[in-house]
């Protein structure tokens, strides 16, 4: 059974960072590609990039160009998402999303078969 | 990399039938087959209801039904439940491995 384990709550400073984790498990972890959505309170969802766990190259939606960092571990299943300069408008719940694409298709279609449980992230001073 | 539009609500009555638009371009929509519909409910991770338009994931109740014309992409829920009642999402493969949202919209069984 395929399960998405992100990190706990976290609460930053404006202008701090964050890092995020995502535990894949119940699948081969580097088959898959990773996405990251996030949901500021009361709105919609916002893509915010795609790792590949096999190789580790990345794409970034343009708004976060430059703040956004996504990493892997294969030994350990993890994906991270680390977002800088942040201020209050990052406040969100912040998603991985597994894709149903395969890296082998090499497209991430964006069809997001399984979830994380979602990791709050506050930003105040 | 513009978000895709959704009409901000919808409603049906039980049992009726309700269609939720979502409008790109020819960059995105209208390029790939590669549109996606999500439902969430209120502080829940959303599910994945069509994939690459018109396919359901299985589990998925086959009162829902995914479309594309052009460059707009629909959801249709057959026979509404009360259940049904929630927010829903598309998305678009848009090129460059990159992927779009649309607005959400809230659909109310009445």
């Known amino acids: 059974q395929v399960h998405l384990v992100q990190s706990e709550t976290e609460v930053k400073k404006p202008g701090a960072s964050v890092k995020v984790s995502c535990r894949a498990s119940?699948?081969?972890?580097?088959?898959?590609?990773m996405h990251w959505v996030r949901q500021a309170p009361g709105q919609g969802l916002e893509w915010i990039g795609v790792i590949n766990p096999s190789g580790g190259s990345t794409s970034y939606a343009q708004k976060f160009q430059g703040r956004v960092t996504m990493t892997r571990d294969t030994s350990t299943s993890t994906v991270y998402m680390e977002l800088g300069s942040l201020r209050s408008e990052d406040t969100a719940v912040f998603y991985c999303?597994?894709?149903?694409?395969?890296?082998?298709?090499?497209?991430?279609?964006?069809?997001?078969?399984?979830w994380g449980q979602g990791t709050l992230v506050t930003v105040s001073s | 990399q513009s978000a895709l539009t959704q009409p901000p609500s919808a409603s049906g009555s039980p049992g009726q039938s309700v269609t939720i638009s979502c409008t790109g371009t020819?960059?995105?929509?209208?390029?790939?087959?590669?549109v996606s519909w999500y439902q969430q409910h209120p502080g829940k991770a959303p599910k994945l209801m069509i994939y690459?338009?018109?396919k359901r994931p299985s589990g998925v109740p086959d009162r829902f039904s995914g479309s594309r014309s052009g460059n707009t992409a629909s959801l249709t829920v057959s026979g509404l439940q009360a259940e049904d009642e929630a927010d829903y999402y598309c998305n678009s493969y848009a090129g460059s491995n990159i992927v779009v949202f649309g607005g959400g919209t809230k659909l109310t069984v009445l």
């Open positions: 020819s960059s995105d929509v209208g390029a790939y087959k590669f």
């Open positions: 999303a597994r894709d149903y694409s395969g890296v082998s298709s090499m497209v991430a279609k964006g069809n997001f078969d399984f």
């Open positions: 690459e338009v018109t």
């Open positions: 119940g699948y081969t972890f580097a088959t898959y590609y």
